[in-house]
């Protein structure tokens, strides 16, 4: 029953990290703002509004100055 359970929550957690790691910026930042949304409503206790601040934090620092723009950057294209 035990071993389930931690099998369980690994698979649970592998699940949650993909889907995060394969989101694109805009999702995540909504994702991110709903969250910090939630963790401002009273009665959350105080690890998670720390967490969900520093989420946000990480968020906004990993994802560039644009989002979800249509200007391709610079370099990355191949010269026509």
């Given at each position: 029953m035990i071993e389930m359970l931690l099998v369980g929550a690994i698979v649970l957690v592998a699940t949650l990290y993909a889907t995060w790691a394969l989101l694109p910026?805009?999702?995540r930042q909504r994702v991110v703002r709903?969250?910090?949304r939630l963790s401002a409503a009273g009665g959350v206790p105080a690890w998670?509004?720390?967490g969900a601040r520093s989420l946000?934090?990480?968020?906004r620092s990993t994802s560039g100055p644009c989002d979800g723009c249509s200007v391709p950057p610079t370099g990355d294209e191949p010269p026509r």
């Open positions: 910026a805009a999702g709903r969250l910090a998670l509004r720390r946000e934090q990480r968020t």
